[in-house]
């Protein structure tokens, strides 16, 4: 149990070093819902996975188990953002998905949940409907890439658990995002 939280925190700190967000200026008003439309959309770009030597446990495994969820957030790729007030797919997340959906055929047995989030601006009401147009995109972009629908659900979390806290860009741009989650199938860790 301790090697496997131990795990699961070093994979968490290695996807948050792995992403940059660049600066761009976006609307910093409202939550989308209102008048105001995005100035510009700011996306974020995760730098491709290195190797990160953590020293954790002398006694833990020396490579992750290509089944496992700690595998798919480092190798894979867990998740992908969005800009303001979007759900459509950008390039880069599109190859993440890409590389998501060569997995999911590699293992017929996972099933996953896609959780789409948003940021702290707008209503409630607002940002469930838009993490749900979130993550119905990703679902049905693997669903394009041939993997089957009944493997997967989609739920939407909106601004209620945030990736990142803080209200500025950086934040912002980091809680707009869907999630791709192992739920069964493999070793879940």
């Given at each position: 149990?301790?090697?496997?939280?131990?795990?699961?925190?070093?994979a968490?700190?290695?996807?948050?070093?792995?992403?940059t967000?660049p600066?761009?200026?976006?609307?910093?008003?409202?939550?989308?819902g209102?008048?105001?439309?995005p100035?510009?959309?700011?996306?974020?770009?995760?730098?491709?996975?290195?190797?990160?030597?953590?020293?954790a446990?002398?006694?833990?495994?020396?490579a992750l188990?290509?089944?496992?969820?700690?595998?798919f957030?480092?190798?894979?790729?867990?998740?992908?953002?969005?800009g303001?007030?979007?759900?459509?797919?950008?390039?880069?997340?599109r190859?993440?998905?890409?590389?998501?959906?060569?997995?999911?055929?590699?293992?017929?047995?996972?099933?996953?949940?896609i959780?789409?989030?948003?940021?702290?601006?707008?209503?409630?009401?607002?940002?469930?409907a838009?993490?749900?147009r979130?993550?119905?995109?990703?679902?049905?972009?693997l669903?394009a890439?041939?993997?089957?629908?009944?493997?997967?659900r989609?739920?939407s979390?909106?601004?209620e658990?945030?990736?990142?806290l803080?209200s500025?860009?950086?934040a912002?741009?980091?809680?707009?995002r869907?999630?791709?989650t192992?739920?069964?199938?493999a070793?879940?860790?």
């Amino acid at each position: 149990m301790r090697q496997s939280l131990i795990w699961s925190a070093a994979a968490l700190l290695l996807v948050a070093a792995c992403e940059t967000v660049p600066e761009a200026a976006t609307d910093v008003e409202g939550g989308g819902g209102g008048a105001a439309a995005p100035l510009a959309a700011v996306e974020v770009t995760p730098r491709p996975a290195t190797p990160v030597a953590v020293v954790a446990d002398m006694d833990a495994p020396a490579a992750l188990a290509p089944e496992t969820q700690e595998y798919f957030v480092v190798e894979v790729g867990d998740r992908v953002f969005f800009g303001f007030d979007e759900f459509t797919l950008t390039e880069r997340a599109r190859e993440v998905l890409e590389r998501q959906a060569e997995w999911l055929r590699a293992y017929p047995n996972v099933q996953v949940a896609i959780e789409g989030h948003t940021d702290e601006r707008g209503t409630r009401e607002y940002n469930l409907a838009l993490g749900e147009r979130r993550a119905n995109a990703v679902m049905n972009y693997l669903v394009a890439l041939g993997v089957d629908p009944g493997r997967m659900r989609t739920v939407s979390w909106g601004k209620e658990r945030p990736a990142a806290l803080g209200s500025n860009q950086t934040a912002w741009a980091l809680n707009r995002r869907s999630v791709t989650t192992i739920t069964s199938g493999a070793a879940v860790n």
